[in-house]
Every structure is written in C-alpha cells, then in structure tokens.
C-alpha cells in the first residue's frame, strides 16, 4: 500500500467511487471510441442512478469522455462544456441486471463509428471496464491496454505475443475471447510498457486484424 | 542512518521500525515509501508538498463560501464559523476553533466539487488539513514540518489499510472520519514533539472515540452529516493529540483498536453502512430534503 493511496488521489469531489471512478469510467469510452465522440447515452444501474445528480456522476462521466483528468476543475462544468463543443448528452436509469452496483453501459457514437462500453465503479476511485458491445472484458485503466478485434484462427495470439517480446515488452495480463469458432475474437493485453504507435499501425495493416487500438492508463 | 525495512504491515510493526532506527513515524514512512517506489527522498517529499498545497487551496476556497453542493443543501457553512471566530464569539477558541472552520471549508469543497486531497477518502478530506494547518497557523511551523505530518498520518492510514477496509461501505464512518482522526492525531503529536509511541497512543485515543459510528449519509451524498463530522473529526483529533502529549497513554494499542473497529463494523448492518438507508438518512427531515430533491429536478 503506497503512501499517496491515503494521501491521496488528489481529485474532484464528492465521492472516489461516485465521481473520481466515473470519470475515469468516462476516460476509458473516450480511449475506447477512439477519437471524438459526439453523442452518448448514459444508461445508469443501481447506486449510480439512484445518486447520480447529488454525486455529480453525470457531469464526472461526461467529463471523462471529454478527456478531463480526475482533478481537473473543469469537471463541475463539463455539462454545459459538453455543450459547447457539440457532444450531445442524455442520462437514463436503467437495470442492468447482474452488475455491480455503480455500474453504467455508455453507449457512444463517434463521427463515422459507435461503441457501448459497460462499466463499474468498484470504490476508491477503482474501476473496470467489464464489456465493449458484445464482448466480455476486464480493463481496468491501470496499465497500458491493447484490444484487438480480429478474425478467430490458430497463430494471432503467438504473433502478437511474438511481436510484443521482441520490442521488449512484458504483459502483464491476457485475455481472449472470442463469437465463435473462427468468427470474432477480441484480445486484451495490459502491459508494463506501452506498446508504440507505429507497433499499432503496423498491426492494423495485418489482413486478420479487423481494430486495433490502445488504451493509456486512466 | 540505518535503513528502514519497508514490510511493516500493523502499526506496531511500524513502532518498531521508527524505534530501532531511532526516527520519527515520519522517517520511518518515508523511507517505506523510497522502499516501496524506488524513488529518492526529494520525489517522494515533493509530491506530499504538492497535495498540501492543494489542501490549502481547497482550505481558502472553502472559506470564501461562494459553492453551492449539486443538492443545493451545502455551502457557506465554513464561511459562517470563521466569521463567528473573529468576532471571539467561539466557545472552543484557539486552534481548535480555526481547526473546525477548515475541515469544514474542505469538506464542502470536496461537496461542491471541487479539487481535493482524498484523505484517507474523500469523504473524511476536510480533517487533516483542518488540523495540520491551523497548528501550522497557531505554532508558525514551515511547510516541511506539515509535509513531515503528512508522512506521519500516512503511516497511520496505511497500518490501518493493511488491516481493515477505509471504506465507510465496509465498515460505517469510523472507517473514514475516525480514521482521518486517528491519522491527524498522530501527525499532531509528531510535529509537536511527540514521540512514536505518544504518536500512536494519540491514534488509537482517538479511533476509540468513534468506534461504533455509523455510515448514514442522507440521500446517499457526501453532505449530511458528513461535513459537520469533518469539522467534529478535527477538534477530535486535537483533543486525543493533548492527552497523548501530556503522557496519559492509550492501554489499547491502535492495532487492537483496529481490530475491534472491523469487528464492530462488520456487526453494523447493511442500512448503517453508506446505503442512505438508516441512521439520520432514514429520518423524517432526511427524506422530506430528498423528496424534495428529486421533485426539484
């Protein structure tokens, strides 16, 4: 346990798990679109919908998305921001089932492309990222991320692992999944170092590969 | 100096580590945290000198009372008590007087959304910089003296982590409040000469004083009554400093106050533990305020 986990985070009040976790929650959809969203809905569970307003949540996730950091002053305002600069905004409570109790299904769009993360605030500013759209996930922002969707056949986790260990890069988790026998997989690598942008673009020319992205810590 | 074994994991441990090594709690953390980071000791003290300006900013941004909460329902209280302060109308006086003010105008900052420094939670962030800086006011300390303070709280809040959870949710407000309590207390009796052991006697005096509370924040927000207990949580902390620095020592050592403090924490019921469903949440005033929330959005 380090020092700076009780004293410390330094962030946006009132609540770790309310507003300092949902804005992280928003800065992993934001990595996770990839570029500008301009339009998301916020499906809230559980504690999260009944305490959203009073904890200021909508604002924290929006800030988020927006790219704002967790104690930047902008989040009070990130509401009326969000306005300036065109992302359009709703906020909806929802049951989302067997979930976490501060648990929310962003559902994103982007200029040319939409995503729906799922996500939880588990406490102490703690978060993870448990579903994008239809796949099972477990991001939780701390390490640098690698998601890659890609078409299931024998041979793309060896290459990519391959690939990692000759730059020298050390995973630090792994997990695949995948739709079916030979149809969509998604793998998720975190990292000790992060992977170069030219190592993601080089990926993304790969004929298997369908989306590569990476995730900076959060 | 000799170094500093860095897998303390209870505060008697910790104790141990300061005494052997013939330093404070403040050292001996300090060290831990180089241990623990591979970072040199100008890093590691200037990234605690960063959060205490942020407490002092969160502190004076307080004071001026011009934030209002989400609800509506906080704001301005801190702003009120300075004033009656300078007036001398205050009963407590001194430092604790100002101590109250500024745990109460971080804890409404920290309401209001503004910038803070968690401490050990965001909930309980108003308590240690009302006590570390209105000694530093009263006594006319230097900066590094806080930052050793800090260090010394430090210590207190991670020998209580590795034993027990700081989370209101887990084990009701004792486990927030009463830990930054216990966590100030000691980081006063250090920058006041204390030593180790009156350090953690300070702690474990005042953890003992809220063992048993209960987490029942109104309508679930971080507002009613958590603020107040900031403000309550910083005298309290001074008053279990003095009495550990005037040699009355606690017979508990903090560990077993940790220890009983799980123990009466996980007897607490689901209500008393930050649903908003028991304690003064569950009051008639409380969900009248709430109703009256809901129907205003």
Not at chain 1, 59 to 67: E, F, N, P, Q, T
Not at chain 1, 147 to 167: F, I, K, N, S
Request: aromatic share 2%.
């Amino acid at each position: 346990m380090d020092v700076f986990q009780v004293i410390g985070p330094v962030m946006i009040g009132p609540s770790s798990s309310h507003t300092a976790g949902a804005v992280r929650l928003g800065r992993l959809g934001r990595a996770i679109l990839v570029g500008e969203p301009r339009e998301a809905e916020f499906l809230l569970h559980g504690s999260f919908a009944r305490t959203y307003r009073g904890h200021g949540t909508d604002r924290a996730l929006v800030a988020g998305l927006l790219g704002f950091d967790v104690d930047d002053e902008r989040v009070r305002r990130a509401l009326d921001l969000a306005r300036e600069r065109g992302l359009k905004v709703s906020f909806e409570e929802r049951d989302l089932g067997e979930v976490h109790p501060n648990s929310v299904l962003m559902v994103i769009k982007g200029e040319d492309r939409g995503v729906k993360v799922l996500g939880s605030s588990l406490g102490g500013a703690q978060v993870v990222v448990t579903r994008i759209d239809d796949f099972a996930v477990e991001i939780t922002g701390q390490l640098p991320t690698l998601v890659a969707a890609y078409q299931d056949r024998p041979g793309v986790v060896a290459e990519v692992t391959a690939l990692l260990a000759d730059l020298g890069i050390n995973i630090a988790s792994m997990r695949v999944s995948r739709e079916g026998r030979g149809r969509r997989a998604l793998m998720i690598v975190e990292t000790d170092e992060p992977v170069p942008r030219e190592v993601i673009i080089g990926m993304r020319a790969w004929p298997v590969m369908e989306r590569v992205i990476t995730i900076d810590p959060v | 100096m000799t170094r500093c074994n860095c897998n303390w994991k209870t505060a008697s441990e910790l104790l141990a580590e300061a005494e052997k090594a013939c330093c404070s709690l403040a050292q001996a953390v300090v060290r831990y945290q180089i241990g623990l980071t591979g970072q040199d000791e100008g890093t590691v003290r200037r990234q605690m000198a960063e959060r205490l300006e942020v407490m002092k900013a969160a502190a004076a941004r307080g004071l001026k009372g011009d934030m209002v909460s989400p609800s509506g329902l906080i704001g301005g209280g801190a702003k009120l008590l300075e004033a009656a302060r300078r007036e001398g109308k205050s009963l407590s006086g001194g430092t604790t007087a100002r101590a109250i003010a500024l745990a109460m105008a971080v804890a409404e900052v920290n309401a209001c959304m503004g910038r803070i420094v968690a401490a050990p939670t965001a909930g309980s962030c108003g308590i240690l910089p009302g006590v570390l800086l209105s000694l530093q006011e009263e006594k006319g300390w230097r900066d590094d003296v806080l930052v050793d303070g800090l260090f010394t709280a430090a210590g207190v809040g991670i020998a209580v982590g590795k034993q027990a959870s700081l989370a209101g949710a887990a084990l009701g407000c004792q486990a927030e409040c009463g830990v930054a309590s216990a966590m100030a207390a000691a980081a006063a009796v250090e920058m006041a000469g204390g030593t180790p052991r009156q350090a953690l006697d300070a702690a474990a005096i005042a953890l003992k004083g809220w063992l048993g509370l209960v987490c029942d924040p109104v309508g679930g927000l971080v507002e009613i009554p958590c603020v107040k207990r900031n403000a309550i949580g910083a005298a309290h902390a001074l008053a279990a400093a003095d009495i550990a620095l005037a040699g009355v020592p606690s017979f508990i050592p903090l560990d077993e106050v940790v220890t009983a403090m799980v123990q009466v924490g996980r007897s607490m019921p689901p209500a008393l533990r930050e649903t908003g469903e028991g304690g003064v949440a569950a009051s008639p005033t409380a969900r009248a305020l709430m109703k009256g929330l809901l129907e205003r959005k």
